[in-house]
């Protein structure tokens, strides 16, 4: 089994001196989470964009690249925002040339929201370099490795998932 570098901290370490696995992934996943919110805050300053602008535009650009078109409720819906918040937001992206208002293809009371190329280009370039690097990562998996990590993952997303729903119920239940 591969070392895990805890950077000489005895905080890691249970009482009988052995290397405590559980903290070291968990201390792993808050450091690439850590990593991760740095890269947004930096991508968003360098596209001049808010959080909820580059979720948009990530969700448009994915929607789109599937063949599919998005009206404002969908994007209201996927960023579990009000219509009238989702306007000013698909309004501030239109006027910073990110996406443009299409009337709907069956709908004629309906408009679709459309990315633009210009967009597309901007959001490869800006986070490419990062998706090719965390793709040679996880291409440098073994298939048994890769099925561990995603059941791990899969199973930390439903634990966080039960905390939303019960934050209570541990602290409530009887021992």
């Known amino acids: 089994m591969a070392s895990i570098d805890n950077e000489g901290s005895g905080y890691w370490y249970g009482p009988d001196g052995q290397l405590d696995y559980s903290a070291a992934v968990l201390k792993s996943l808050r450091d690439y989470r850590a990593a991760e919110t740095a890269l947004r805050r930096s991508t968003r300053d360098s596209m001049g964009m808010g ?9 448009l650009l994915r929607v789109q690249a599937s063949g599919s078109r998005t009206a404002p409720k969908d994007l209201s819906r996927f960023l579990g925002i009000t219509s009238a918040s989702t306007t000013s937001l698909i309004d501030r992206l239109v006027e910073s040339g990110h996406v443009r208002r299409e009337p709907h293809p069956t709908d004629r009371r309906s408009v679709v929201v459309v990315p633009t190329a210009e967009s597309d280009s901007e959001v490869r370039l800006t986070l490419g370099g990062m998706h090719r690097r965390m ?4 291409e440098g998996l073994s298939a048994e490795d890769a099925r561990v990590v995603v059941d791990f993952l899969r199973r930390m997303a439903e634990a966080l998932e039960g905390e939303r729903r019960n934050p209570l119920e541990e602290s409530t239940s009887p021992d």
């Open 135 to 138: 793709m040679a990562v996880a």
């Open 51 to 59: 959080e909820t602008d580059i979720l948009a535009l990530r969700y």
